[in-house]
Every structure is written in C-alpha cells, then in structure tokens.
C-alpha cells in the first residue's frame, strides 16, 4: 500500500449495553462497527431472518418436494469458485438428508465451457438423464442454458445472488434475495447462504406435511461449507452471514467439520480450535478455489462430498499442489501486470482512472487474483483480460473495483450505450466478470475508461485504512489479542481490528525476499514488540520513527504470552 494512504480513525458509536465477559478493547473496536450489545456484536442463529422472506421460495419447495416425492433425478450444478463448490456440496448433502435419493452433482469447466449452466454443459449434462436442474451460484445471467434445459424438459431451478439484468431467465423457480421486489433483510447472502435457507424452508414444509426423514434432519451439519464459502466469496458480513459464519466456525473449531474441510486445515497447517474466518479467507479458500481456476472444480466438489479421512486427505493434497502451482502463475502474472502499469504511468505520467489488462499468455483462472493485485496497487478499477483457452480470440475478463464504485453498474452502462461489444457480463459492486472478442478489447477499452471517467468521484481515489485507534499500553498483551481473534468473525463490512500509533524501531533484519521484522518501542511501555511486515522491504532501511497501523495477534509460533503486529502500512514521522 503507498505511502498516500490515508489513515483515518473511526468515531465508536457512543452507549452500549455489554455482558460483563466482552473486554472495554472489543466493546470499542464492536462500536466503531455500529454493534452496540452481544445481539449485535456476536448474532446467534436463532436471530437468522425467516427463509420465507424470500421471493420464489415456495416454487423452489415446491419443485424439490415434488422431486423427492416422485424419486426423480436432481443435478446440482455448481460453479468454479469456492462459493460455488460450498453451495453445490450443501445442495447434494442437504437434499439427501431430506429424503432425496438420486442426486448428482455436476460443474462448469471454466475453459471448456465457460461460466455458469451454458448450452454446452447442457448437452453434456444430457446422459444424465437429469428430472430437476439446481444451479447454486449462479443461474441468474444464463438464458440460453436455461432454455436448452427446459427445451429437453427438464425443470430447472435457480439459486444466485448475483444482481439480475434487467432480463429474467425462464427458469421454473429463482431465489435470489437481490431480486427486484424481494423482501429478504440481507442481500449480502453468498450463493451456499441461498441455497442453505432454502433447504431451511424445504425442511419446514415437509415438516409440516409429514414426510420428513426420522430423526428429523439435522440441517446445522452443514454450516461449515456454508460458512467456508460466504467468508471465501467477500461477501459482506452483516449480521445474518455472521450468525451463519459463527455457527460454522464453531463446528470447525470442534472437528465436526466435513472430512474435506478437516483435511484441508491440516493440509495447509492450521490449527483447527483457533480457526477463524481470516484462516478460511487466506488458506482454506485459495486451496478449493485453485482447483477451479488451473484444472477442475469436480476435484474441489468431490473433497467436500467425501466422508472418509484417508481418501479426502489425498483430494485436500492434490488441491495444495495445485494452489501452489497457481501461486507460481500467479506471480509470473502479476510481474508482468506491474510491469505493463509501469509502461502505462510513464506513458500518461500517472496510472489512468480505470485500467485493462491484457496478455495473450495469460491464465483465464487466475485473472481475477491479478486484477485484485493491480486494483490494490494503483487504487483504481482494473479489469485483467486472458484469452478462454490457448490461442483463442475469445477473452474472458475479470474486474475488481475500488469501495465506492459500483463495477457492475459500470459494465451495465458500457453495454447500454455499446449494445453487443461485450458477449456477456455479471458480478456485483465490487467484482464482476465479463467475456468479449480480441477485435472488441480496445473499443472496450476506451468505453470503459470514459465511463469510469465520467462517474467516478475523485475523491474515491485516495485509499483509506479506517483505524480502530490506538492502544493503551496495557492492552499489548496476549488476552487482548486472542479477545480480538475469537471477537469475530471479521470480513467483508466487519473488518477486522485495525490500530495505529507512532513507534521507535529499534531493530530489523530481512525475512526472505520480500518481509521486515521489526522490534518496536511504544511510549509507556517497557517491554519491546515484535512485527512482522509481509511485503515490506524495500530498498531503503526504515525510518527510526514509523506511523503504523497494524494488527495485535497471538504470536502462536513462539507460544506462550508472546504476541506481534501485523504490520498493514507503514510511513516515516
């Protein structure tokens, strides 16, 4: 992050009604987030909204309850990410705890077939022999799919959270809590939410029709997947996802995750009692994502279904491989990025208002972390182009935006006022994917700068770090920090604790090729404190005296009462 990036304190929201269990710390960090009681800070599931606020649900049940009844065949289509892959393991093991008995789960491979429930998945889909579609994480955008299923008649029922066009497709149900009308509270839910609520409301009714298995079905053995991909997806976490994400890092933290999901945490050395939704974020998601971006999300899926340790612990090894060889593409990507922005700023002085990428080597799985990368880095809306297979003329793009600036809003107007130069697009206010000819990239181009030009307001462009503060010298200690991890989930819309304040360095050194440990001195405080800065060296030694804003966590590789600063800016003073 540059050294132009202003911190800015939050103002905690004044009052407050607290059991006497919550440190004055998290109460503070709790109201800078407007949560002002328990109820607020830490939502149970009993504080879930109700399924039925949601429109089409009772068409959805009504469709999966006539399936079920009548022992037809269900295919669950996933998608490619880890939202996708949660959702579509959610749907098979929630429909068969119901009383389904043929359920299949099915998935878009992101080269051979592009996103989402397209024609040529359908016809692939076809020897199946499939009575009822259920796409999980999307649906929303894919007509012609959806009309070559019903074509074949199938029913087909969609389950999204994706914004809709303006366009419904002629899908027999769709619930979709951002749909035009829909009364649901939260339109954050992430695609495994939506189709969590609605095997919720499936449940309730053959409750009440008398037709549920015995015991009745304990819906609640799927939080895990449902918190893995709400947390992976960056939805926001307002309170109904934290009641959800809270619930399924319980079970976590106990062991009762899937066996795929315990094999993951071992496999990429977590500790399963401290799991927290920054774990899920940073080291369970990418290793479910990579299978989607380099090879095939059906691997993903298959980890999550398994039910045996030995057999999901090779899946979640063949996914860390693949992750790590996605980090190795990844940075030979983002080289090339930065060193295209750099070809950009010395030919326009400065990085221009919006950004296009493009490298006809690139990998269209991995575009997306390159534009997160390179929005980071120049604090613009950047879209990263790759072709949809080696050689092809076809590109698949991947945009990510800056907060305040609605990405696909912006992709709407470029297609109003540009009908056709764009193939197809969707996402959300943040990011959002599109697909479109070579020939088309630089007419694109320039309409995507001149709508990013004519709508930005320019005091967006500065970034910000929203600071919790500084601490009080006593609350360097190792209960403050482990109050902060457990005081989560923290995520999108709930960010986690963030502090600032002035410190002396008092020693460095280099850690790798890229880190800077630190010891530090604050004022009042005796003892010296360790930091880590990821990404932090330069070629310069730091000042004596640095601004901060950073993390306080458990320092767990030294044990103890040991704790560090995760260092997330740094300026000289």
């Not at 106990?254 to 080291?283: K, M, P």
């Not at 530090?520 to 932090?536: D, K, M, S, V």
Request: proline residues 6%.
């Amino acid at each position: 992050m540059s050294a132009a990036t202003r911190i800015t304190r939050r103002i905690a929201a004044p009052g407050g009604q607290w059991s006497g269990t919550v440190l004055p710390l998290l109460q503070r960090v709790y109201a800078g987030r407007g949560a002002l009681d328990d109820a607020r800070a830490r939502p149970r599931l009993a504080q879930l909204h109700a399924p039925d606020l949601l429109t089409g649900m009772d068409a959805a049940v009504a469709l999966l309850a006539e399936a079920i009844a009548q022992d037809r065949h269900i295919v669950v289509v996933g998608d490619f990410d880890c939202d996708g892959a949660t959702a579509c393991a959610t749907a098979v093991r929630g429909l068969i705890l119901l009383g389904a008995r043929h359920v299949t789960p099915a998935v878009p491979n992101r080269v051979t077939h592009g996103y989402g429930l397209s024609p040529g998945l359908v016809a692939e889909l076809a020897e199946l022999k499939p009575d009822l579609l259920v796409t999980v994480d999307h649906g929303i955008a894919c007509h012609a799919g959806i009309e070559q299923a019903r074509a074949l008649g199938w029913q087909v029922l969609v389950t999204d959270h994706h914004l809709p066009g303006p366009r419904l497709p002629q899908a027999h149900a769709i619930v979709n809590p951002n749909l035009a009308g829909d009364g649901f509270p939260s339109k954050s839910l992430a695609g495994v939410g939506v189709m969590f609520y609605v095997l919720l409301a499936l449940r309730k009714y053959l409750r009440e029709a008398g037709r549920l298995p015995s015991p009745e079905p304990d819906l609640s053995t799927l939080l895990d997947l449902v918190a893995v991909g709400t947390v992976a997806d960056l939805v926001p976490l307002d309170a109904n996802n934290r009641a959800l994400v809270s619930a399924g890092l319980r079970r976590l933290r106990a062991g009762q995750g899937c066996a795929g999901l315990r094999a993951l945490i071992q496999v990429c050395g977590r500790r399963a009692e401290t799991l927290t939704a920054a774990d899920i974020g940073f080291a369970i998601g990418p290793r479910l994502n990579a299978a989607g971006r380099l090879e095939d999300m059906a691997l993903g899926i298959a980890c999550l279904l398994c039910d045996e340790d030995a057999p999901a612990r090779e899946m979640a090894g063949i996914l860390h491989g693949i992750n790590a060889e996605r980090r190795g593409v990844q940075q030979q990507m983002t080289d090339e990025a930065e060193a295209a922005l750099a070809r950009l700023a010395a030919l326009e002085g400065d990085a221009p208002l919006a950004v296009c990428l493009f490298d006809a080597e690139w990998h269209p799985g991995v575009v997306g972390l390159v534009a997160s990368k390179m929005k980071d880095r120049v604090h613009r809306p950047v879209i990263a182009f790759a072709p949809a297979e080696p050689g092809s003329t076809a590109l698949r793009g991947s945009a990510r935006s800056i907060p305040g600036f609605h990405i696909r809003d912006a992709l709407a107007a470029v297609d109003a006022q540009h009908p056709g130069l764009m193939q197809k697009f969707g996402g959300h206010a943040m990011a959002a994917g599109l697909s479109l000819e070579l020939e088309h990239l630089p007419a694109f181009q320039a309409a995507f700068v001149a709508q990013v030009s004519a709508t930005l307001d320019a005091a967006l462009l500065q970034a910000e770090l929203l600071s919790d503060g500084e601490l009080a010298p006593h609350e360097f200690d190792r209960v403050h920090a482990e109050a902060l991890r457990d005081g989560g989930p923290w995520g999108q819309g709930f960010a986690e604790p963030l502090f600032d304040g002035v410190f002396e360095v008092i020693d460095w050194r280099a850690v790798g090729e890229r880190h800077l440990k630190l010891v530090l001195r604050c004022p009042q405080r005796a003892a010296p404190l360790n930091a880590i800065h990821f990404n932090g060296l330069t070629r310069e030694p730091p000042a004596a005296r640095v601004h901060l804003a950073y993390r306080l966590a458990p320092d767990d590789y030294r044990g103890g009462d040991a704790i560090q600063l995760i260092v997330e800016h740094c300026v000289p003073t």
